[in-house]
């Protein structure tokens, strides 16, 4: 059974950093890319950033860009995000997510993705 | 690549047909999957390819559309249904969301 599992939560004062955890099992941890999203209180879902299967590509939203950094260790089977320079708009609930691809026929063969598995969420709270 | 979604609320009952439309500032071809989010839950994977089901979702869900115009459709809307219903780009990052519509009764 895949399980994505997020620590490290908590509340934390602006400015300050914090380093969120999401142990994977059930499956091959280092074949697959992973993401990680957020949501506010009571607001929608926000994309924060990916990370290859390898490790080797990373994007970043561009709220959160020069502040986050995301990695991974695949012997661990471990994705992290470490979040630095906290501010009170980083106040969500962050979720990791695997992303899944998928092979299919529109004129040519092309391939799309999607985020099949995700944690239970862990909650971070920036403020003094 | 920004994600509309209308309308942002419905109320509807059991048995209803619910339509959820999802509109993308540019073409998108098929890439976006929909989700359905339970109030403390995570979202859970409805649709991908803008219309293959997911394993394990029930066939009252369907999905369509391909460009920049999308549609999810719940043809007889069932109690454990009443949720927030994201759309999902998937065509470049940053990966956007829709902003949401919650159904309820």
């Known amino acids: 059974e895949v399980q994505l599992v997020e620590s490290g939560g908590g509340l934390v004062q602006p400015g300050g950093s914090l380093r969120l955890s999401c142990a994977a099992s059930?499956?091959?941890?280092?074949?697959?890319?992973m993401n990680w999203v957020r949501q506010a209180p009571g607001k929608g879902l926000e994309w924060v950033s990916y990370?290859?299967?390898?490790?080797?590509?990373?994007y970043y939203a561009d709220s959160v860009k020069g502040r986050f950094t995301i990695s991974r260790d695949n012997a661990e089977n471990s994705l992290y995000l470490q979040m630095n320079s906290l501010r009170a708009e980083d106040t969500a609930v962050y979720y990791c997510?695997?992303?899944?691809?998928?092979?299919?026929?529109?004129?040519?063969?092309?391939?799309?993705?999607?985020?099949?598995?995700w944690g239970q969420g862990t909650l971070v709270t920036v403020s003094s | 690549i920004q994600l509309t979604q209308s309308p942002s609320s419905l109320s509807a009952s059991v048995g209803d047909r619910v339509t959820i439309t999802c509109r993308a500032s540019?073409?998108?071809?098929?890439?976006l999957a929909w989700y359905q989010q339970k109030p403390g839950k995570a979202p859970k994977l409805l649709i991908y390819?803008?219309?293959t089901l997911q394993s394990g979702v029930p066939s009252r869900f369907s999905g369509s559309g391909s460009g920049t115009d999308f549609t999810l459709t719940i043809s007889s809307l069932q109690p454990e249904d009443f949720a927030t219903y994201y759309c999902?780009?998937?065509?470049?990052?940053?990966?956007?969301f829709g902003p949401g519509t919650k159904v309820d009764i």
């Open positions: 540019q073409g998108i071809s098929s890439y």
């Open positions: 999902q780009q998937v065509n470049s990052y940053p990966f956007t």
């Open positions: 990370i290859s299967s390898s490790g080797t590509t990373i």
């Open positions: 997510a695997r992303r899944q691809h998928y092979n299919f026929w529109s004129g040519s063969y092309l391939v799309t993705y999607y985020f099949d598995y």
């Open positions: 390819a803008a219309s």
């Open positions: 059930g499956f091959t941890f280092s074949s697959y890319e």
